[in-house]
């Protein structure tokens, strides 16, 4: 990963705009809609660090390099973080191609070396983004506490809300019915019980190109991969990050957590799966071998 990338959260926030013309137009189109207060500032005023006090983020939009390299400094004496237009290597951070379902926002970037393929990029994922998405993100944050409260363990509310955004507490949000969702989804709560776990076996021993669909989203679903050693890297990069990693375990400690609700994966580079995988049929785990397309 050659950049982190990160959300600044805009409610509440000041954007300072430096420039006139297309290119400092595009950036307040930007922030359209949102909370945020922008501060445009043109000429001198672009040269002095109190300008830029007390705001989150600064753009200039300026061909004049000279221009552009004082404004930059005077936000940067002012503790602000710079995006300088088509210039990355006087950028502090560069702009990604955004996808904007209000409370859901999807960015591509590029570190600034190709924006165009950014903006490629970010017209194919779009299309897979319902523009009801934002509504759902606002529906579960309504809840957030309440569900927390009711479900403490982690991996049990984790399991709660995969089930739930694809259920219909969210088909309601992506109608526009927050209150129906709202009523739908304290109905599940109140509701929930621990659903039945599975453990996955998965061919770890790459290359990753060979794994299937439904292999690389098991991987993405898993709250705890189990590992033999040697498992391809890549493969293990497609998990989620914040999911329990450990070696391999016994049968018994696989029906232990499957028996928990929760989902396993088991990567595996060797052949003695297929025992342990009978073994686990015979204590009445689900399980599935994911195949690969070799």
């Excluded at 390099?65 to 503790?79: L, N």
């Excluded at 300088?84 to 960015?107: N, Q, W």
């Excluded at 050693?229 to 989620?240: K, N, P, T």
Aim: hydrophobic share 50%; aromatic share 4%; proline share 5%.
């Amino acid at each position: 990963m050659d950049v982190f990338p990160a959300f600044y959260p805009l409610a509440g926030a000041t954007v300072v705009v430096v420039g006139t013309g297309e290119a400092a137009e595009a950036k307040l189109r930007l922030f359209e809609g949102s909370p945020a207060t922008i501060r445009q500032l043109e000429g001198e005023a672009a040269l002095i660090s109190q300008a830029y006090a007390g705001a989150t983020l600064a753009f200039i939009a300026s061909r004049d390099d000279v221009f552009a390299q004082a404004a930059a400094g005077a936000a940067r004496a002012a503790g602000v973080p710079v995006n300088v237009v088509d210039r990355p290597a006087l950028c502090d951070f560069t702009t990604p191609a955004v996808i904007d379902r209000g409370s859901v926002v999807a960015a591509i970037g590029t570190g600034g070396t190709s924006p165009m393929l950014a903006t490629l990029l970010r017209h194919d994922i779009e299309t897979r983004v319902p523009e009801g998405a934002g509504r759902v993100a606002a529906l579960f944050a309504l809840l957030q506490d309440e569900i927390r409260q009711a479900l403490p363990d982690l991996s049990r509310r984790r399991a709660f809300l995969r089930a739930s955004l694809t259920g219909p507490a969210a088909d309601a949000a992506l109608r526009g019915d927050q209150a129906d969702g709202l009523r739908l989804l304290r109905e599940a709560l109140a509701q929930d019980e621990p659903g039945a776990g599975r453990v996955e076996f998965i061919d770890a021993r790459g290359p990753v190109d060979l794994l299937t669909l439904r292999a690389a989203r098991a991987l993405s679903s898993a709250d705890i991969l189990v590992c033999d050693e040697g498992a391809h890297v890549d493969v293990l990069a497609l998990a989620r990050r914040d999911a329990e990693r450990t070696g391999p375990q016994s049968p018994e400690r696989l029906a232990q957590l499957a028996a928990q609700g929760l989902r396993v994966a088991r990567l595996v580079t060797g052949t003695t799966w297929r025992t342990e995988q009978a073994m686990l049929d015979d204590l009445g785990v689900a399980t599935e071998a994911l195949p690969i397309a070799r």
